[in-house]
């Protein structure tokens, strides 16, 4: 069984943190190993296709020869601002840093690897420091969640507003070398001759963007991990706090979304009160919209979408081998005439499965289930692209023609033009 130490060791690499980790591929950090249904709703950054980066690791790659041996000057650069789609109202803002200022951040991060590594591993709170790398997937990891929290009567939910785009780097610092000395030292290196991590990496990420101290550059691998150590000291002063004055209370991280469970309303108090001081502390700001009491059911309410036309396809594949020429007639004609029954598949079987999946797909929109929208939509268009990928034939007829009547589907015998399809409903 690969440790988690292991699987942070292979993360902090240049390889990794140039070709997967400068536009965050982060469904892809498994180099290959995932399939159609593993990727529905999860890219949230850049899709990885669209991008061709092997001509910039190799330059990277040449550049660290040179900061492998200190020899670099921290220098401010411009990065690339970029938005993508957030919801139907809103955009993300991605901020990619200069390369220069990535590669001199990812030499420190693979030189002081060590610390982060320990960082990381001590924080038995969070989830998102598993960065989705297997076998930390999302099953894997909504049980360790739960884990943290079930057996409570009550769950209070709260996130930061914002997050990557307000925080400030100085607070960087002032999570892990301690606010009092960071705000006496500013400096990369003490007196002594000591790096200070903290003000280290809050120069190399304001090096990032031109100085600035407001946000952090979002869209990168290595942000990711730099926040994730931060918030291990967050969590850490949570818990110290939590054993000194409330005790009974357990507490789950995913970036910088926050549940804890608990038992008595005295309770509540004590955990509104622990927060307003850390994060005012640290001048992170909680996002009141989003703070509220949650049942764990809602905890752990989770979309139906995700591979909703396996069946369906598995049932076209089913039919296309029963209508081969593979099947003899006089052997396996009752075996043939069995699976055939048992798959139960019909061209209207392809209409009554869109139905239900607009049924859920609506249920779930309405009920607030989290990136149900997108999720649907994609799940949509992975089972037409695997169609028209295998070029399934059925009872001579091109699957993907049924697939496609399906979705513009009007019973003829009423007039066309009082009739919504498919297509209508979704659009």
């Avoid at 969070?126 to 997937?137: A, C, I, L, Q």
């Avoid at 929109?365 to 169609?387: D, E, H, M, N, Y």
């Amino acid at each position: 069984m690969q440790s988690i130490e292991d699987i942070y060791n292979e993360m902090l690499s240049w390889n990794n943190l140039i070709s997967y980790g400068y536009l965050d591929f982060q469904e892809y950090n498994d180099h290959g190993s995932l399939t159609m249904d593993d990727i529905y709703g999860h890219t949230d950054v850049i899709y990885p296709n669209y991008f061709d980066i092997s001509e910039i690791a190799k330059l990277a790659f040449n550049f660290s020869y040179s900061t492998r041996n200190n020899n670099y000057q921290i220098a401010n650069t411009t990065p690339i601002l970029f938005t993508i789609p957030k919801n139907d109202k809103t955009r993300r803002p991605l901020k990619f840093p200069n390369l220069y200022s990535y590669c001199l951040l990812v030499s420190q991060l693979i030189a002081h690897k060590d610390r982060i590594i320990k960082d990381l591993a001590k924080d038995k709170e969070s989830t998102s420091n598993f960065f989705g790398r297997s076998p930390y997937k999302y099953e894997n990891s909504k049980n360790i969640q739960n884990k943290l929290l079930i057996g409570h009567k009550f769950y209070y939910k709260t996130d930061f507003s914002n997050f990557f785009h307000s925080f400030y780097t100085h607070a960087i610092a002032w999570l892990i070398d301690e606010k009092s000395n960071a705000k006496i030292d500013h400096n990369d290196i003490d007196k002594n001759g000591n790096c200070n991590w903290g003000n280290l990496l809050d120069h190399l990420i304001r090096s990032e963007q031109s100085g600035e101290t407001h946000g952090v550059p979002t869209g990168t691998l290595a942000t990711r991990i730099i926040m994730e150590e931060c918030m291990s000291y967050f969590d850490q002063e949570i818990k110290n706090n939590l054993q000194s004055n409330c005790t009974g209370i357990t507490f789950h991280r995913y970036v910088d979304d926050i549940i804890f469970g608990f038992d008595h309303n005295e309770q509540l108090a004590a955990i509104k009160k622990i927060l307003a001081n850390i994060t005012q502390k640290y001048e992170i700001t909680l996002n009141d919209k989003k703070t509220k009491l949650v049942t764990f059911d809602e905890i752990n309410r989770n979309s139906n979408l995700k591979g909703f036309f396996y069946d369906l396809s598995q049932k076209i594949e089913v039919n296309k081998i029963l209508n081969s020429n593979s099947i003899s007639n006089s052997s396996n004609v009752i075996l043939y005439r069995l699976i055939k029954q048992l798959n139960s598949f019909k061209p209207d079987t392809i209409k009554h499965t869109l139905d239900k999946f607009y049924i859920e797909l609506n249920t779930e929109i309405l009920a607030g289930v989290k990136g149900a929208a997108k999720l649907g939509l994609r799940s949509l268009t992975f089972f037409i692209k695997g169609l028209n990928e295998k070029s399934y034939i059925l009872l001579d007829n091109d699957c993907r023609y049924l697939v496609l009547s399906a979705l513009i589907d009007r019973d003829n015998r009423i007039d066309p033009n009082l009739q919504s399809t498919f297509i209508d409903k979704i659009l």
